[in-house]
């Protein structure tokens, strides 16, 4: 069965520090790879996905993830984080012909003005 | 942006109550799947329906759980007798595809307590 790590629980920066959150996954096939974020009081949203091709993917906001095939991971980075990405961010997967998402914890960013 | 949307925000139910919570997928989909995230927990995926059928459940999806697409538009998940622990906030999803290439949308979330 596939799963997913996310090791930092809960993450304070100050604004225009860098941010990197670490995801691990654990599936030996093919995978789909996502990072979601929810905002206070809001939905689930799509920050960014790989599925295929240049390992090094692009969202919105800013961030990015790089996908490392040989470690299984997928972490989040953004150079400068301000204020507003303060939010929980959940890495997920998908795998094979399975169609449900399988999340991590969540990390909830904290960035201090 | 077409979103998903789900009715109502929050439902108060008492214990051993039915609950049917409501989801508008995004128009053109066709596979659709509602999670729960109990407080404080992850989120977790309960079941996937396409094609007016059940294509996959967790082991969360008892039999006190059951969905339906009652007409072109609505999604629904009902609990047929609450517990204490369907305490949670439900995810409706939604996506145009199941194959290799493809992203779930996801509506606000309905919060269920269970009193």
């Known amino acids: 069965a596939q799963s997913v790590s996310q090791h930092n629980h809960h993450v304070i920066l100050s604004e225009a520090a860098s941010l990197e959150l670490g995801c691990n996954y654990s599936?030996?096939?093919?995978?789909?790879l996502f990072w979601y974020v929810q905002y206070p009081g809001q939905h689930l949203q799509l920050l960014l996905k790989y599925f295929s091709g240049d390992p090094l993917v692009k969202g919105i906001k800013g961030f990015e993830a790089e996908f490392i095939k040989s470690k299984f991971s997928f972490n989040l980075r953004k150079p400068s984080v301000q204020w507003s990405d303060t939010a929980e961010y959940f890495c997920a997967v998908t795998s094979g012909g399975y169609q449900k998402v399988t999340f991590g914890t969540g990390t909830k960013l904290q960035v201090i003005p | 942006e077409p979103e998903v949307t789900q009715t109502p925000s929050h439902q108060v139910t008492q214990m051993g109550q039915e609950v049917i919570l409501r989801c508008v997928p995004i128009?053109?989909?066709?596979?659709f799947y509602w999670y729960r995230q109990i407080l404080g927990q992850k989120v977790e995926f309960l079941v996937s329906?396409?094609?007016?059928?059940?294509?996959?459940k967790s082991e969360i999806f008892d039999d006190q759980f059951s969905v339906e697409r009652p007409d072109g538009s609505n999604f629904t998940l009902k609990i047929r007798s609450t517990k204490l622990e369907d305490s949670a906030m439900y995810f409706c999803?939604?996506?145009?595809?199941?194959?290799?290439?493809?992203?779930?949308?996801f509506g606000p979330g309905t919060r269920l307590t269970v009193t």
């Open positions: 329906f396409y094609n007016n059928e059940i294509s996959e």
């Open positions: 128009s053109n989909h066709l596979y």
């Open positions: 999803a939604s996506s145009e595809f199941a194959g290799k290439t493809y992203e779930q949308y």
């Open positions: 599936y030996g096939g093919t995978v789909n």
